[in-house]
T-cell receptor, first 110, second 115 residues
Framework: QKEVEQDPGPLSVPEGAIVSLNCTYS??????FMWYRQYSRKGPELLMY????GNKEDGRFTAQVDKSSKYISLFIRDSQPSDSATYLC??????????FGDGTTLTVKP | EAGVAQSPRYKIIEKRQSVAFWCNPI?????LYWYQQILGQGPKLLIQ????????DSQLPKDRFSAERLKGVDSTLKIQPAKLEDSAVYLC?????????????FGPGTRLTVT
C-alpha cells in the first residue's frame, strides 16, 4: 500500500464549479502538507502548504487538513479553464523527506 | 529570478545505451533534488543533495543510476545502461534549504524514451 493515496480522477467540471481534490495518507510522520499544480509538459509548482489541522485559504483555493483522519483536501472555488492541470498532493516529514501522490487531472470546460 | 534549468528537454535512446541529464538550480539554493516521474504517477525522489553532499539516495537504483553535484551548484544524473522501464520524465528541483518547509522549485524536466 502506498503511503499517499490520491483520488485518481480524471475530473471534468464546468467553469464556475467548486472542485474538491483529496488525498489520504498512512504515515503519521508526515507533518507538512502541500499541493502542487502541474501543467502539461511542465514541472510542478507549489500552490499551497500547511502544517496544522484546519483550513488555509488563498484566493479561490482552500487547503484542508484533518490529521486525525489522515486526510487532506484542496478546494477550488469558481473554477476557471486556466485551472485545468494535474494537481499533486505532497507530504513531508520533519526530516524533510517528501512523498507525492499520483495526481488528479482536472479539466474545467468553458 | 531565473528558474531551474534542465537539459536536454527530450531524449530518445535504445536500451542498454547510456544517457546524462544536466540541472542548474536557482542561484543560492543549497538543496537539489532529482525525481523520476513515470507517466500517470507522481514524482519519486531519486536523490537529494545538500550543497555537494548526498542527503538521501535510498531510492536511487545504484547499479545503473549515478548522480553528482561536484561544486555544490550544477548537477548531472546518469543512467548506464538504460532499461525500457526508465522511460519517464526526470525532474530536477531546488530549495533554499532541505528542511521540512522546503519549498521546492521544479525545472521543466527531461522526457526520456527508451526503445
Amino acid at each position: 500500500q502506498k503511503e499517499v493515496e490520491q483520488d485518481p480522477g480524471p475530473l471534468s467540471v464546468p467553469e464556475g464549479a467548486i472542485v474538491s481534490l483529496n488525498c489520504t495518507y498512512s504515515n503519521s510522520a508526515f507533518q507538512y502538507f502541500m499541493w502542487y499544480r502541474q501543467y502539461s509538459r511542465k514541472g510542478p509548482e507549489l500552490l499551497m502548504y500547511t502544517y496544522s489541522s484546519g483550513n488555509k485559504e488563498d484566493g479561490r483555493f482552500t487547503a484542508q487538513v484533518d490529521k486525525s483522519s489522515k486526510y487532506i483536501s484542496l478546494f477550488i472555488r469558481d473554477s476557471q479553464p486556466s485551472d485545468s492541470a494535474t494537481y499533486l498532493c505532497a507530504m513531508t516529514t520533519n526530516a524533510g523527506k517528501s512523498t507525492f501522490g499520483d495526481g488528479t487531472t482536472l479539466t474545467v470546460k468553458p | 529570478e531565473a528558474g531551474v534549468a534542465q537539459s536536454p528537454r527530450y531524449k530518445i535512446i535504445e536500451k542498454r545505451q547510456s544517457v546524462a541529464f544536466w540541472c542548474n538550480p536557482i542561484s543560492g539554493h543549497a538543496t537539489l533534488y532529482w525525481y523520476q516521474q513515470i507517466l500517470g504517477q507522481g514524482p519519486k525522489l531519486l536523490i537529494q543533495f545538500q550543497n555537494n553532499g548526498v542527503v538521501d539516495d535510498s531510492q536511487l537504483p545504484k547499479d545503473r543510476f549515478s548522480a553528482e553535484r561536484l561544486k555544490g551548484v550544477d548537477s548531472t544524473l546518469k543512467i548506464q545502461p538504460a532499461k525500457l522501464e526508465d522511460s519517464a520524465v526526470y525532474l530536477c528541483a531546488s530549495s533554499l534549504e532541505g528542511g521540512r518547509l522546503n519549498e521546492q522549485y521544479f525545472g521543466p524536466g527531461t522526457r526520456l524514451t527508451v526503445t
